[in-house]
């Protein structure tokens, strides 16, 4: 188990790659994503192992509704079949979980299985992990305003803090790190007010193949990245011994 790396406090991962894993074995799109859950068990667990406390995974976009319904309804059904068949292991082993996204669109069913995974999970503080289902960036910054609105905030009250306190994912800090497996180097509209200043990696690893292997390859990158924030490198000298600009 590795020691030496500078361990990310919150990982994102956007789990791209079901479809095409399936299709390389001439098997339906749903067998990837039935083995995309296997997958993600093992990730939160293996990160829970490494030291990371916040694990935010992109399940359900806003947009995937846009896929044939035989898909969009095998999804919905998955949620409820690998609520019932990894919540107890999740549970024992120290896991939270929250699900961030919009629930109204989603059937009572699903609603149910998500208030049972949370509240059945509450106490545990080992890792966080945050299930993006139905979520969308771009929504929850609108989503956010909305609630600003309606709590009364004035406009010269509004600040970045201000804000945040409404964002899906205030619980959580912002990723140091963010995944994204499956080839693409895209960002589809994950989290987008919260990846401001995450380190970004993207790997051609189709989610059902992401091992240990695979994450440990992406936080020795993190660990070997310089973070900066706008503010000059550590070793920069002061800025008295630089040339003066225009002398
Ligand atoms: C990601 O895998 C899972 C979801 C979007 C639900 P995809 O289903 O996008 O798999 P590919 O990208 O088509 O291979
Ligand atoms: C992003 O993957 C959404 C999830 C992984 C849940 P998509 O497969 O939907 O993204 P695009 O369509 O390739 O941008
Ligand atoms: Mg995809």
């Not at 859950?37 to 406390?53: H, M, N, S």
């Not at 896991?95 to 109204?104: F, L």
């Not at 509209?189 to 993207?202: K, V």
């Not at 924030?229 to 800025?239: F, I, N, S, V």
Request: net charge negative.
């Amino acid at each position: 188990m590795p020691t030496s790396y500078l361990i990310p406090c919150h990982v994102a991962i956007v789990m791209d790659g079901n479809g095409r894993w399936a299709r390389k074995r001439f098997m339906p799109r749903f067998f990837g994503h039935k083995h995309g859950v296997e997958t993600l068990v093992r990730t939160v667990l293996a990160c829970a192992d490494r030291g990371i406390q916040y694990l935010t995974v992109f399940a359900f976009s806003s947009e995937n509704w846009r896929r044939p319904q035989d898909e969009v309804s095998g999804l919905m059904n998955l949620v409820l079949m690998a609520v019932s068949k990894y919540l107890g292991r999740l549970e024992t082993q120290g896991v939270r979980i929250h699900i961030v996204g919009d629930r109204s669109q989603v059937s009572q069913r699903v609603r149910e299985a998500w208030h049972e995974a949370e509240s059945s999970t509450q106490h545990n503080t080992r890792i966080h992990l945050s299930v993006a289902f139905n979520y969308g960036g771009r929504w929850d910054v609108v989503q956010a305003c909305q609630q600003a609105m309606r709590a009364g905030i004035e406009a010269d009250q509004l600040d970045e803090a201000a804000l945040n306190r409404y964002m899906a994912m205030s619980h959580v800090p912002d990723p140091d790190l963010f995944i994204r497996t499956g080839g693409e180097e895209r960002v589809s509209n994950f989290l987008l007010w919260q990846i401001a200043y995450s380190e970004l990696y993207f790997s051609d690893c189709l989610w059902p193949e992401f091992d240990d292997a695979q994450l440990d390859a992406a936080l020795a990158a993190y660990a070997s990245r310089e973070r900066r924030y706008g503010a000059l490198k550590q070793e920069e000298p002061p800025a008295a011994l630089l040339p003066q600009v225009g002398s």
